[in-house]
Nanobody
Framework: QVQLEESGGGLVQAGGSLRLSCRAS????????MGWWRQASGKEREFVAA???????TIYSDSVKGRFTISRDTGKTLYLQMNSLKPEDAAVYYC???????????????????WGRGTQITVFS
């Protein structure tokens, strides 16, 4: 089991940037592939990006590809660099730890048993 906590959310103008962090306070963080998900008000939670346990392979949703970058350090922190933010990026962002092989069910929420509580991103134009 791994316990996760996001930080770095806030209010940003469209076109601006933010960097989210997700720190594991306990558990074998380095054994898990990790993902970022988001949930806008009134919508389903959607996949944003994922990175394998070695930090080498990454996958992005089409809506953020080229603007967001997922990374992880050798400690216990996951990052999401978000550039060129748009109003439609506004949501609560969650980090989550994935079980199973990296590419298997990568956009399947059920493959992520461990979640943080989320951090709110608001984008104004």
């Amino acid at each position: 089991q791994v316990q996760l906590e996001e930080s770095g959310g806030g209010l940003v103008q469209a076109g601006g940037s933010l960097r989210l962090s997700c720190r594991a306070s306990s558990g074998p963080f380095n054994m898990y592939a990790m993902g970022w998900w988001r949930q806008a008000s009134g919508k389903e939670r959607e996949f944003v990006a994922a990175i394998n346990s070695e930090g080498i392979n990454t996958i992005y949703s089409d809506s953020v590809k080229g603007r967001f970058t997922i990374s992880r350090d050798t400690g216990k922190t996951l990052y999401l660099q978000m550039n060129s933010l748009k109003p439609e990026d506004a949501a609560v962002y969650y980090c989550a730890a994935k079980v199973g092989s990296f590419y298997s069910g990568i956009t399947d929420r059920a493959q992520y048993p461990y979640w943080g509580r989320g951090t709110q991103i608001t984008v104004f134009s």
